[in-house]
């Protein structure tokens, strides 16, 4: 059969979103700021601190606004320029929450229960879940497609919401006959840091939710914190490989090698030729060393920037301006073709 369906053929754009809850760790970096930085240098970049994703579990009102600031601050600390891409907060442009209304009547109950994360998040006691957070990942379609964006930078654990997103974008284009208007967005989830997995358990991985603080790095950790963590750090007695396959069946160590590997940009093989017959004595310190040169700046960059809240707060109102310059359009067009009223 062939399909020659008109596919979407208007300019590529990246959209990416971070929630302002918890601490940021290493995975996100490594699994999301990271990739954001890298991505400025060849596209148009949107990078948002999603605050309504945030609340669909209960968040403290006194404390949101200045943790949308801190997110925006890492996204500086770590090297994205406000002034080639554009760094808002969701709740600014209030497009997100009127595609999400359009969408939730176009995505399916069926898609949504087959959400890992919502079954994660919402653990047994589905009955107590707020809606909200049943409907996330159709807020988060809308997030991606008020923009028309075409890539989307993310840890491996968001590939499913993009399969979702592109879900929608597929029945919204058939269902109104309007085909190529929504592109079906590319997820960019490969990649060594795009699963971090945790420090104490190498088959969960590394979260902002998790009660134990020894599980993951924080951005804001100091020296002396990354290296306790890391030498507690499960592991288990062999040494280092001199191999990949010596690495299976040994998920922490994987995890180990993996984060020396990411933020080092070596290949694993390297890092094991490197380390290969060494005890974590020798192992752990290297690592905590490295992570330290590598986030250190970032921290220290972070705490500059939010000792000046009023300029993040001019980054972020300027970046509110631009995204809904790019919104506006697109929403008129979608009341258009679905037949909205207007005068
Ligand atoms: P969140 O903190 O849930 O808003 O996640 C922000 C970004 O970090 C998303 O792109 C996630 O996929 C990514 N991320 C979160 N945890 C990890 C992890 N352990 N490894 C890699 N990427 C992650
Ligand atoms: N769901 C993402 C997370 O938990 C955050 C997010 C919200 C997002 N909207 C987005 C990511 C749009 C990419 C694109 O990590």
Same mark, same amino acid.
Do not use: H, M, R, W
């Given at each position: 059969m062939t399909d020659d369906t008109p596919t979407y053929s208007g300019p590529e754009r990246v959209f990416s979103g971070v929630q302002p809850t918890g601490d940021l760790h290493l995975g996100n970096y490594l699994g999301a700021l990271v990739k954001f930085v890298a991505m400025q240098e060849s596209h148009d970049c949107i990078f948002c601190v999603v605050d309504l994703h945030a609340i669909t579990v209960p968040q403290d009102p006194g404390q949101l606004a200045s943790k949308t600031r801190e997110i925006a601050a890492a996204f500086m600390a770590a090297g994205i320029d406000p002034e080639r891409a554009i760094i808002f =907060?969701?709740? %600014?442009?209030?497009a997100h929450v009127e595609l999400a209304w359009y969408f939730n009547c176009i995505a399916r109950m069926g898609w949504l229960e087959r959400m890992t994360q919502f079954k994660d998040k919402a653990g047994k006691d589905r009955e107590r879940a707020s809606v909200g957070l049943f409907d996330y990942p159709v807020l988060q379609a809308a997030d991606i497609l =008020?923009? &028309?964006?075409?890539h989307v930078p993310v840890g491996e654990d968001q590939k499913q919401h993009l399969e979702l997103t592109r879900d929608i974008a597929d029945r919204f284009n058939r269902d109104f006959a309007? !085909? /190529?208007?929504f592109p079906l967005p590319d997820p960019l989830? $490969?990649?060594?840091?795009a699963r971090i997995m945790s420090l104490k358990d190498g088959s969960k991985k590394m979260s &902002?939710? @998790?009660?134990? @603080?020894?599980?993951r790095i924080n951005l804001i950790d100091d020296a002396d914190t990354i290296s306790k963590k890391l030498r507690k750090a499960k592991t288990d !007695? =062999? !040494?280092?490989?001199?191999? %990949? $396959?010596?690495?299976? /069946?040994r998920p922490e160590v994987d995890n180990l090698v993996n984060i020396y590997a990411t933020l080092s940009g070596l290949e694993t093989g390297q890092v094991l030729e490197r380390f =290969? /017959? $060494?005890?974590f004595g020798v192992f752990k310190p290297a690592l905590a060393e490295l992570a330290v040169e590598k986030l250190s700046p970032v921290t220290q960059k972070m705490r500059e920037l939010m000792d000046d809240p009023g300029e993040i707060d001019r980054i972020l109102a300027e970046g509110a301006a631009k995204a809904e310059a790019i919104a506006t359009p697109v929403m008129e067009e979608v009341r258009q073709i679905m037949g909205f009223w207007r005068a």
């Open positions: =907060a969701q709740s %600014a442009v209030p =008020a923009y &028309k964006a075409t309007v !085909p /190529g208007f989830a $490969e990649g060594p840091g &902002k939710s @998790d009660l134990s @603080d020894l599980s !007695p =062999a !040494p280092i490989p001199d191999t %990949a $396959e010596g690495l299976e /069946g =290969a /017959g $060494e005890g």
